[in-house]
């Protein structure tokens, strides 16, 4: 079982705006008065990455695009090179986003990364909104930790916030009080050898609450570095215990636009939304452009999971 590809894709490109001239991707959607609101991560001449902000009210047609940035970190050393990948979780009445702010370390502390070339800083940063017009900056999350793909559950569990987060290479997952500071870390899944996820793994959209489980939608990368998407459900009281992930993808770089842009193979998921008995999973394709997949309700259920090692 796959997602279904809406056939006008892509749905955002690049204008011809300075800020987002070059690629505009991985971005954030959320439900809110009868809108989808698209929060997506764009670069232009200066390759720092900002938030641009999109609406659609049927959730493939694009309504309102903004013209200038949503939002963008101003003299944040921690921020220098922008911010990236946003993930809104809608948590009581205020939309919660979690995202990567980029910079490097200075050559004096580089430390080895696992790519041996430039050593870049991530650190995982959250914002909240209740309009996506003004923002009230929290900070570093996750302080001291390169980090990236966070994703937070729309409610407590058992009294706790949780979050997904990526340790590389695996899905951990983390417990707070009060969305700031966060511990008991635990492994949740481990990248699975010989799969379509071998390499690295990471969550995706914030996790979706359903009658079988938490939903989780994420991506897996190969050791070709294909990034392809897969789903897994957890466990609704404990969601440490992970219930099936895909055995096969459900998306993958197929269309011109996924396989050649400016990271050529990559459909990267950071939003999905719940509309008319569909998901519909908003995604990057090749780093580059915007794309919409769906699939209905009972499509899902047939998608064959299995127990990951
Ligand atoms: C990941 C993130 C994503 C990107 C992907 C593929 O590490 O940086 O923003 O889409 O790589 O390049």
Request: overall charge negative; proline content about 6%; aromatic content about 12%.
């Amino acid at each position: 079982m796959k997602l279904v590809r809406y056939d006008k894709n892509p749905v955002l490109a690049p204008t011809t705006n300075w800020w987002e001239n070059k690629a505009v991707f991985n971005c954030a959607a959320v439900r809110s008065n009868g809108n989808v609101h698209i929060l997506y991560r764009a670069q232009g001449d200066d390759y720092v990455s900002r938030f641009g902000h999109a609406t659609t009210q049927n959730g493939f047609d694009i309504s309102c695009r903004e013209p200038d940035p949503n939002y963008e970190s101003v003299g944040d050393e921690m921020e220098r090179l922008g911010v990236e990948d946003p993930r809104i979780t809608k948590i009581e009445d205020r939309y919660y986003i979690t995202y990567t702010g980029v910079s490097m370390y200075p050559c004096s502390e580089a430390r080895p990364s696992p790519f041996k070339s430039v050593p870049w800083r991530c650190r995982v940063g959250l914002l909240s909104t209740k309009d996506f017009q003004t923002y009230e900056k929290h900070g570093c999350i996750l302080p001291d930790m390169d980090n990236k793909d966070v994703v937070l559950f729309p409610e407590r569990i058992k009294g706790k916030y949780v979050m997904m987060h990526r340790t590389f290479p695996n899905i951990w997952l983390a417990y707070s009080d009060d969305l700031m500071t966060w511990h008991d870390h635990k492994l949740l899944m481990r990248v699975q050898p010989s799969s379509w996820d071998c390499d690295r793994i990471g969550a995706g959209a914030p996790p979706i609450k359903t009658e079988h489980g938490w939903l989780e939608f994420y991506h897996g990368v190969d050791h070709q570095r294909n990034y392809r998407l897969g789903v897994m459900l957890l466990d609704l009281e404990d969601p440490s215990k992970v219930i099936g992930r895909s055995a096969n993808p459900i998306l993958g770089p197929e269309t011109d636009y996924e396989k050649n842009g400016l990271v050529p193979n990559v459909v990267f998921t950071c939003g999905v939304v719940d509309l008319h008995d569909q998901y519909f999973v908003y995604y990057g394709g090749a780093d580059k452009v915007i794309g919409v997949a769906t699939m209905s309700h009972d499509d899902l259920k047939k998608v064959k999971l299995e127990k990951p090692v």
